[in-house]
């Protein structure tokens, strides 16, 4: 592949990846101040641009004749062009390696990287389907601790640009996998007690809200890492980068637990 198609290439998946990010943080965080909002009104009423809106919230879901609206394929656009960018930058442009850290070929650190993803999100997922899960401020500090352990393993494994990296597409597939493996077939089994005449198992919607939450708090520091690219002497050039990453790990969940509030 020449250097302008890679170019473009680049170019047209990063645009994708940031406008659909945009749309599904964006939704993400509404529907988190609505959820919030509802604590205190039956009602909400709104205006945007030239339109007036009231919402309703249903504490048990009923069926209406409303065609009922899903929000799924801004975190499938946002993951599919996030893992080809993953693959062309990263992986195909050879900058997981660096020889100060660690001598490897680059397929190797391309298949060490993607087993850590997605062995990263099994743990995730079981520590939080798990009994530990029903005292949250535990299983935070639990997850916190783990993940502390994943940046500085990864940073004496990869380049320190490749580190960082690593772990904005661990925590962006544990976004992208919360939406597809948890939060909609909760929903898709609420709607299908519905149309059967049956009772809604509402810890279903529990599941679903939780995962949901936990997004609004794992996209601060992919956010970040995102921007770390372009800032590498305070970032992942530093010699305490994995300290800094895991500091501003705790800033990035302060920040959304004040924005989850407001």
């Known amino acids: 592949m020449n250097y ?17 990010a945009i749309m599904w943080v964006g939704q993400t965080y509404f529907f988190t101040w609505l959820d919030h909002a509802f604590g205190s009104e039956k009602q909400i009423w709104m205006v945007h641009s030239g339109g007036f809106y009231i919402v309703d919230k249903q504490k048990r879901p009923e069926l209406l004749s409303q ?4 929000f799924k394929w801004e975190a499938m656009f946002t993951f599919v062009s996030g893992f080809l960018l993953l693959i062309l930058v990263y992986y195909n442009g050879g900058i997981m390696v660096s020889e100060d850290v660690m001598q490897m070929s680059d ?5 060490l990287s993607l087993a850590i993803i997605f ?22 500090i639990v997850s916190y601790v783990l993940l502390v352990g994943v940046i500085y393993g990864v940073s004496r494994l990869f380049a320190p640009r490749g580190a960082y990296m690593q772990i904005g597409a ?5 976004m992208a996998l919360n939406v597809w493996v948890r939060i909609l077939p909760a929903q898709r089994q609420l709607v299908a007690a519905l149309k ?52 501003l790990v ?9 924005i989850r509030t407001r």
């Open 119 to 140: 062995i990263g999100w099994f743990v995730y997922d079981l520590l939080w389907m798990s009994p530990l899960a029903k005292n949250e401020l535990a299983a935070v």
């Open 67 to 70: 065609t009922l609206h899903w």
């Open 107 to 111: 397929g190797k650190a391309s298949i």
């Open 250 to 258: 705790l800033v990035g969940w302060g920040v959304a637990k004040i």
């Open 170 to 174: 661990m925590l962006g597939t544990f």
């Open 4 to 20: 302008l198609t890679t170019e473009w290439l680049n170019l047209v998946l990063r645009w994708t990846h940031v406008f659909a």
């Open 196 to 247: 059967a005449g049956g009772e809604p198992d509402m810890r279903l919607a529990d599941i679903a809200k939780g995962r949901s939450k936990q997004n609004t708090f794992i996209v601060l520091p992919v956010v970040f890492i995102m921007l770390s690219s372009h800032f590498p002497v305070a970032t992942y050039g530093n010699q305490y980068n994995w300290v800094i990453l895991s500091v």
